[in-house]
């Protein structure tokens, strides 16, 4: 082997080896996000244990297409949405949030099958701030699919609004 060959072999060695290790860097980067967004979905869930549970009934069922607002990227997300009405001491109250946390990661069909459980006019339990009771969702926290099948972009509905 020549001392041209074998140089040619040590930088494709090189090359590759640093490849490798500036894979893993990003690797770990793109993890950093993944595990800060879980650690923060988890933390707000303590601030829903004093939620009280009550029935409401299904007023609409669809799923909404989001697009993501970034610039580089497109990606289109599929959502259930289900607005709802509920009662409390004597005053009716409407609300849309499905979750407090929600980590959607549905394609539109999946997120229609998520959807025929949920009837217009058929009771559904609402949890509510006792504090607030404009304040509601169907579930504290939800992962879609049920399946967890890893897949599609993250979205985080973590913020109730004020109506």
């Keep these: 082997m020549s001392i041209e ?36 979905a988890d933390e707000s869930l303590n601030n829903y244990k004093h939620w009280q549970r009550t029935t409401g009934f299904i007023q609409s069922t669809e799923v909404k297409t989001e697009h993501s607002p970034s610039n580089t990227i497109s990606i289109t997300s599929y959502k259930p949405h289900i607005e709802y009405t509920y009662e409390i001491d004597g005053k009716s109250y409407h609300g ?7 980590i959607n ?9 998520f959807l025929q459980q949920y009837q217009v006019g058929k009771p559904v339990i609402i949890y509510y701030d006792p504090d607030a009771p404009h304040a509601s969702s169907i579930f504290i926290k939800l992962s879609i699919p049920l ?3 890893k897949r599609g972009p993250l979205y985080f509905d973590g913020v109730l609004k004020d109506k």
């Design 5 to 40: 060959e074998l140089a040619a072999v040590f930088g494709i060695g090189i090359f590759l080896l640093v490849s490798v290790f500036a894979l893993r860097l990003m690797a770990n980067f793109l993890k950093k996000p993944a595990k800060a967004f879980k650690e923060y």
């Design 96 to 102: 849309q949030q499905l979750a407090l946390v929600l």
């Design 147 to 149: 399946n967890k099948q």
């Design 105 to 113: 990661q549905s394609t539109h069909k999946e997120a229609e099958e």
